[in-house]
């Protein structure tokens, strides 16, 4: 399938002919927004195959996932964590310093006014908006739930700094990049509110346009305008979220878009600069938003199964095997679940903190039981679940 292609690809491949061919080809196929960039010119996008295509697998494990009976309890903890994982990586992108392990420390305690750490801060912060946000899923969008978004995600930070908080902003605006140097400038700060009122207003109206587009044009319009002094992209990553919850696309609660637009960094930013850099076409942005969707989606549904073979192992085992089953033969079970390789002695007394002799016993019992074999001898002796063809098996009487 043929590239959307950039244009200097295009013209260093093909020349600068084959590049006005292809130019022309797309404004024919244009789909034009009521959204206008800085020249008063609308931004668009083309429905590439590749788009299509990609619409049509996010599309198939959506429906996959609604299709799946999932205990509450599993679907609540995925929720806290994915938006524990969206508040960090959605400010890491931003700068905050932290790492992730004292970040999900602290995101799981209440919040505290004042961390008096501002990348802590910012990432806390981040995490009340999402959850605010999601208590607004009935609510259509209005500049009131932008401005009380950002004087959430900016709340405690910036105070040597002073800047407009929960009202766009009153001065100019620029992106810089890691050397300090503008690489971007937001439209006039007289131009914010007008553009503003025409984003509201086209998010808010009905239209043809498929929701998971309309998602990633939600983000790429957001940061275009900029109309916050600081606080932008946290905010265009947040609003997207909340506009596939508001289409009934309930997946982006298991999700954490951020994740993927982090370790695809530079990506990212190149699909934003890209929109300017080709005339407002949007499709670049488009293709990468629903690129990190996908790849999303798949991970989330690794997850799911591994929490269905955890569901399958409580449900296979009869209750006369579990009674002879302690918390760590059952944890060690679950360990073997999750990992392809083999579970050692070793690994065993460090998973639950016992001696060399207590995980014999327990291997020895859980063989007795039917439920795991011995792979090796000597110092490559380990221990699997036990297969019966291609399916793991579980005996439910061990007898």
Same mark, same amino acid.
């Given at each position: ?46 429905? #590439? ?185 946290? #905010? ?29 960094? #530079? ?133």
């Amino acid at each position: 399938m043929e590239e959307y292609l950039e244009k200097q690809k295009i013209r260093a491949r093909y020349g600068p002919e084959k590049w006005r061919e292809i130019e022309e080809d797309r404004r024919r196929k244009a789909n034009l927004l009521d959204l206008l960039d800085k020249k008063g010119k609308p931004f668009w996008f083309v429905l #590439s195959p590749a788009l299509l295509d990609l619409i049509s697998e996010i599309e198939r494990n959506r429906g996959f996932l609604a299709s799946l009976k999932l205990p509450k309890k599993f679907l609540d903890r995925l929720t806290s964590e994915k938006i524990k994982k969206e508040a960090y990586y959605s400010s890491h992108i931003e700068g905050a310093a932290t790492s992730l392990e004292v970040a999900l420390l602290h995101l799981g305690r209440p919040s505290k006014k004042d961390y008096g750490d501002e990348s802590l801060q910012m990432i806390v912060n981040n995490r009340d908006a999402l959850e605010h946000l999601r208590k607004q899923g009935s609510k259509p969008f209005s500049h009131e739930m932008i401005y009380e978004l950002h004087r959430i995600l900016v709340r405690n930070t910036h105070k040597t700094r002073p800047m407009t908080v929960g009202a766009y902003r009153k001065g100019s605006v620029y992106v810089v990049d890691g050397q300090g140097r503008a690489v971007y400038e937001g439209p006039p700060a007289s131009e914010v509110m007008p553009k503003m009122n025409s984003y509201v207003q086209w998010i808010n109206s009905a239209s043809e346009i498929h929701p998971l587009i309309k998602a990633a044009l939600v983000h790429l319009y957001f940061v275009h305008v900029h109309p916050f002094d600081d606080g932008n992209g946290r #905010s265009a990553r947040a609003l997207s979220n909340l506009y596939l919850m508001k289409r009934d696309y309930q997946f982006i609660n298991f999700l954490a878009p951020s994740d993927y637009f982090d370790h695809h960094r #530079s990506e990212y930013y190149r699909a934003i600069q890209n929109a300017e850099a080709h005339e407002s076409d949007a499709t670049f942005f488009i293709l990468y938003y629903l690129k990190a969707l996908a790849e999303q989606l798949k991970d989330i549904q690794a997850e799911i199964e591994k929490e269905a073979k955890v569901g399958e192992i409580r449900d296979l085992l009869g209750r006369d095997v579990q009674s002879k089953l302690d918390k760590k033969q059952v944890k060690a079970l679950q360990w073997m679940l999750e990992h392809p390789e083999k579970m050692t002695t070793r690994r065993y007394c460090k998973l639950n903190r016992c001696s060399d002799e207590t995980a014999r016993r327990d291997f020895q019992g859980l063989i007795e039981a039917g439920l795991i074999q011995k792979m090796g001898e000597g110092r490559s002796t380990g221990y699997v679940l036990k297969q019966t063809g291609n399916q793991v098996f579980y005996a439910r009487n061990p007898s």
